[in-house]
């Protein structure tokens, strides 16, 4: 029988869905999950192809800078499907720790080359336990991994179109410089805090 309701996908290119595939860090319990409740275990090897800053509200993260991560599994990580467009948000100490190590890979050359491991690192404070993502990274080593950076290639030399319709809400603050950043966060952060003023008239809460 010939059937075709979803399209195919490619057997030997990289696959870019309609609405790119959600992988979420929960920072809580220090697990990748795919949805509230399917869980993918601690760690993630992924093949990253693009990354940009953002700023906005997320779940219940508000107003807050996001880093934007655009990657594909690795070959022979199972966790994830093979060779398909995925797209993960991190933040503050998450953040940090992966800028740490792509300033220590960019003397040795471009780091998209290699492999990242994207893990949970565990932490204590005030607040109790939590969790953050931190990164190793290794060259291609097997012949799929070889291969699949020649895939990743021409998936970037057709200029897709890598966009997240169901985060729309979030700004692109690449191009912007630091300061123009901060008045940013500054006038999000007041317009908030007026919201949650009560409205006065003449010293008192005015009348619904």
Request: aromatic content about 10%; hydrophobic content about 35%; overall charge negative.
């Amino acid at each position: 029988m010939n059937l075709t309701v979803f399209g195919v996908k490619p057997t030997d290119a990289i696959f870019l869905p309609q609405s790119p595939y959600q992988v979420r860090n929960d920072c809580q319990i220090g697990q990748w999950k795919v949805g509230d409740d399917d869980f993918r275990g601690n760690s993630i090897d992924v093949s990253i192809v693009r990354v940009s800053r953002m700023f906005g509200t997320l779940g219940k993260t508000i107003n807050a800078q996001w880093l934007q991560i655009w990657f594909i599994p690795a070959p022979g990580e199972e966790k994830l499907p093979a060779d398909t467009i995925c797209v993960t948000y991190i933040k503050t100490r998450s953040i940090n720790s992966f800028a740490q190590k792509i300033t220590e890979l960019m003397s040795g050359g471009e780091p998209a080359l290699g492999v990242f491991t994207a893990y949970f690192e565990k932490h204590s404070g005030e607040l109790g336990t939590y969790y953050s993502v931190d990164w190793n990274w290794r060259e291609r080593n097997t012949d799929a991994e070889k291969a699949q950076l020649e895939k990743i290639a021409q998936f970037l030399q057709a200029k897709p179109s890598l966009i997240d319709i169901s985060n729309s809400a979030l700004l692109c603050t690449d191009g912007m410089t630091s300061e123009e950043i901060q008045m940013l966060v500054n006038s999000a952060r007041a317009e908030a805090e007026e919201e949650i003023k009560p409205k006065t008239n003449g010293g008192k809460l005015a009348r619904k």
